[in-house]
T-cell receptor, first 115, second 115 residues
Framework: KAGVTQTPRYLIKTRGQQVTLSCSPI?????VSWYQQTPGQGLQFLFE???????NKGNFPGRFSGRQFSNSRSEMNVSTLELGDSALYLC??????????????FGPGTRLTVL | GENVEQHPSTLSVQEGDSAVIKCTYS??????FPWYKQELGKGPQLIID?????GEKKDQRIAVTLNKTAKHFSLHITETQPEDSAVYFC??????????????FGQGTILTVHP
């Protein structure tokens, strides 16, 4: 079974621009979560989608948004990029539809650098 | 919200020794505790997890223990090998209610196994 895939793997943007990252979950998985990983703040939860609906959201500004498509693929968007948005953005998929136990499998991440 | 503390931040052992990483959590409602291993340039890999109705779980050289009363859980790696060198993260989650997809992570432990 193929794992979680994320594209692109690396991205360089300048302040003020916007960016869209893509995630394809493990086949059959319907829940997709996004995390931001930085050396200072560690791994922080951004949001979770299931059946095209955002069910949970972390403590990030509204510049961070996402969506999920009917095939469970998900995208996240960051608008008006700031230097502090430089991070590894990780996507995780889960096959547990009810979310009762959040066994999550991570992709390799997208490394975003904001100049 | 949930807070997870992880110790030590770095751990250096000789090949063949055991390694122990400890985590404490704050929210007594948390009921799912996964451990992840992250190698350089890769996303976190789920290596073992434990649920609140279990006190201990073992998988070959890896074991996890959970003390719900004290709100702490630990990862034990026996007979360490150089390929165990990586960053290890503990996490806690309340699976239920509106906490869909949200894992709260510890700050990570850099494990180095010397040949």
């Amino acid at each position: 079974k193929a794992g979680v895939t994320q594209t692109p793997r690396y991205l360089i943007k300048t302040r003020g621009q916007q960016v869209t990252l893509s995630c394809s979950p493990i086949s059959g998985h319907r829940s997709v979560s996004w995390y931001q990983q930085t050396p200072g703040q560690g791994l922080q939860f951004l949001f979770e989608y299931f059946s095209e609906t955002q069910r949970n959201k972390g403590n990030f500004p509204g510049r961070f948004s996402g969506r999920q498509f009917s095939n469970s693929r998900s995208e996240m968007n960051v608008s008006t990029l700031e230097l502090g948005d430089s991070a590894l953005y990780l996507c995780a998929s889960s096959g547990v539809g009810t979310g009762f136990y959040n066994e999550q499998f991570f992709g390799p991440g997208t490394r975003l650098t904001v100049l | 919200g949930e807070n997870v503390e992880q110790h030590p931040s770095t751990l250096s052992v000789q090949e063949g020794d055991s390694a122990v990483i400890k985590c404490t959590y704050s929210d007594s409602a948390s009921n799912y505790f996964p451990w992840y291993k992250q190698e350089l340039g890769k996303g976190p890999q789920l290596i073992i997890d434990i649920r609140s109705n279990v006190g201990e779980k073992k998988d070959q050289r890896i074991a996890v223990t959970l003390n719900k009363t004290a709100k702490h859980f630990s990862l034990h790696i026996t007979e360490t090998q150089p390929e165990d060198s990586a960053v290890y993260f503990c996490a806690a989650s309340y699976a239920g209610g509106t906490s869909y997809g949200k894992l709260t992570f510890g700050q990570g432990t850099i494990l180095t196994v010397h040949p």
